[in-house]
């Protein structure tokens, strides 16, 4: 059995308790759908032929803010005191929406969960011009709260 994936439907682990985060939520029983999942290195990979989903491992989803700091307000640099840049992050990491049902439309988009989409200093691919980002968009890459 694997530690990260919980089988069961009522979302427990066997001899294990998950205490609850200070802020935020677990969701578990996620199907990644367009792409496959690395564990060894946390990142998106190219899905095996013949595998339509994988199950995504236990993730914590919290919020953040994207209000400028009250110090970029008044003029001084941003970017100080360990805050997350939004715009590293979007340059980065691959926005991958979650859907409630596999029919992807705007009705049934709940959030976007920023992953990983290649190895860090990774050459860039084969084809010229498209960056990780865009291959895994045209992949069709999402995450899927149910398979059918």
């Not at 439309?105 to 010229?128: C, H, M, S, T």
């Not at 498209?130 to 895994?136: A, D, E, L, P, Y």
Request: charged share 25%.
């Amino acid at each position: 059995m694997q530690k990260d994936v919980i089988p069961g439907e009522d979302g427990r682990i066997e001899g294990k308790q998950i205490t609850a985060p200070a802020e935020g939520v677990f969701i578990h029983g996620l199907f990644l759908e367009g792409a496959g999942w690395s564990k060894a290195e946390k990142r998106l990979e190219d899905s095996q032929p013949k595998e339509l989903y994988y199950q995504f491992p236990i993730i914590l989803v919290t919020a953040i803010s994207t209000a400028p700091p009250a110090d970029a307000r008044a003029g001084a640099a941003a970017g100080k005191g360990g805050k997350i840049d939004i715009a590293t992050l979007d340059k980065t990491m691959f926005s991958c929406p979650v859907y409630k049902y596999p029919k992807r439309n705007d009705k049934y988009l709940i959030f976007r969960v920023k992953l990983q989409p290649e190895p860090k200093g990774a050459p860039p691919g084969p084809n010229k011009g498209v960056t990780s980002m865009m291959k895994w968009r045209l992949c069709g890459a999402a995450l899927l709260c149910c398979k059918a």
